[in-house]
């Protein structure tokens, strides 16, 4: 079936430093990737998208980019903060609306 | 404006009850998505309500179902519980429909246990 894997489930970086969290999809017919953030208690919330359309996209310090050809797309975090410190979660969406999403990366920011 | 509320926040139920939970959107949001959030499995998508009509279904039971409003709030039940069922279930609501064209905001989530 349809899935997204998502590397790697830990990541610890030192405060400042960067932080890369890739995410491999298996249908190519996925057309649209979010990443959402979760902090503890709280539901998910929507950091950053791209759609297939689109190589790279940037938000401040959050960019994402994507290859369709290897079916991949990462989530990069430039100067890390300790607020930085979540659950990152990437999912991709197929053409019927399914989104699937990976099994989430716990990001610690260390001071 | 107030977000997504959903209630009751914990809940504890015997293996072979029934459940409902509840889904109040943000004010004007029509779309409601529900998802089971699992240490396991991780986040899965359950269904989607939009206008009273449910349009998109994730891969799970049918012991798993769920409903709209008028109103736009929803709830969803889970008949016969198993320990399995043991989750945070999360909903999430949107301006329109399909998950592509607009950004979907999260509740806390219920948190439940079965025994």
């Known amino acids: 079936g349809e899935n997204v894997e998502q590397h790697p489930s830990t990541l610890s970086v030192q405060e400042g430093d960067s932080a890369v969290i890739k995410c491999t999809y298996s249908?190519?017919?996925?057309?649209?990737f979010p990443w959402y953030k979760q902090e503890l208690g709280k539901g998910p919330q929507l950091i950053i998208d791209?759609?297939?359309?689109?190589g790279e996209k940037k938000d401040q310090r959050i960019a994402v980019t994507l290859n369709k050809t290897a079916k991949h797309f990462s989530l990069h975090i430039t100067e890390t903060q300790p607020e930085d410190s979540a659950v990152y979660f990437c999912?991709?969406?197929?053409?019927?609306?399914?989104?699937?999403f990976g099994k989430g990366t716990r990001l610690h920011i260390l001071p | 404006k107030a977000g997504v509320t959903q209630t009751p926040r914990y809940l504890i139920k015997t293996r072979g009850q029934q459940v409902t939970l509840s889904c109040s959107p943000i004010?004007?949001?029509?779309?409601v998505s529900w998802y089971q959030q699992t240490p396991g499995q991780g986040l899965q998508f359950l269904f989607e309500?939009?206008?009273?009509?449910?349009?998109n279904k994730g891969n799970f039971p049918g012991r798993f179902s769920g409903r709209q409003f008028s109103n736009s709030r929803s709830e969803m039940n889970v008949s016969t519980l198993e320990l399995g069922d043991s989750a945070l279930y999360l909903c999430?609501?949107?301006?329109?429909?399909?998950?592509?064209?607009?950004?979907?905001?999260f509740g806390q989530g219920t948190r439940l246990t079965v025994v």
């Open positions: 249908d190519s017919a996925s057309n649209y």
């Open positions: 791209i759609r297939s359309n689109v």
């Open positions: 004010s004007g949001h029509r779309s």
């Open positions: 999912a991709a969406v197929n053409r019927d609306d399914k989104i699937i």
């Open positions: 309500y939009f206008s009273e009509t449910q349009r």
């Open positions: 999430a609501s949107s301006l329109k429909r399909s998950v592509s064209n607009t950004e979907a905001f």
